[in-house]
């Protein structure tokens, strides 16, 4: 059900109107003086983006500041586990 909007020709206030089906009423009731001298208007649209779209519009610096700051952490170290280790040779058996 869309929402179309309306401008009051007389006092040229705004109405919005909620209607059943897409065959939009030519005119309707002003809510601020009752005149039915009103013509619709474009409404302006919004719209959710999804998370991929989101991150496309991500700044490509981003990628290299987030590797950046990974790469600055101690769980970045691979060899870390294996400096912990005992060697198999120092097992005991």
């Given at each position: 059900m869309p929402i179309y909007e309306y401008r009051c020709q007389d006092c040229r206030q705004k109405t919005s109107k909620l209607w059943r089906g897409f065959d939009a009423p030519q005119s309707i009731l002003c809510a601020a003086c009752d005149s039915e001298n009103t013509s619709r208007v474009i409404s302006s649209v919004a719209f959710h983006k999804s998370?991929?779209?989101?991150?496309?519009?991500?700044?490509?610096?981003?990628?290299?500041?987030?590797?950046?700051?990974?790469?600055?952490?101690?769980?970045?170290?691979?060899?870390?586990?294996?400096?912990?280790?005992?060697p198999l040779s120092n097992a005991d058996a």
């Amino acid at each position: 059900m869309p929402i179309y909007e309306y401008r009051c020709q007389d006092c040229r206030q705004k109405t919005s109107k909620l209607w059943r089906g897409f065959d939009a009423p030519q005119s309707i009731l002003c809510a601020a003086c009752d005149s039915e001298n009103t013509s619709r208007v474009i409404s302006s649209v919004a719209f959710h983006k999804s998370l991929g779209s989101k991150l496309q519009d991500l700044d490509p610096k981003y990628d290299r500041m987030v590797d950046t700051a990974a790469a600055n952490t101690a769980s970045s170290d691979e060899n870390a586990f294996l400096r912990k280790s005992t060697p198999l040779s120092n097992a005991d058996a």
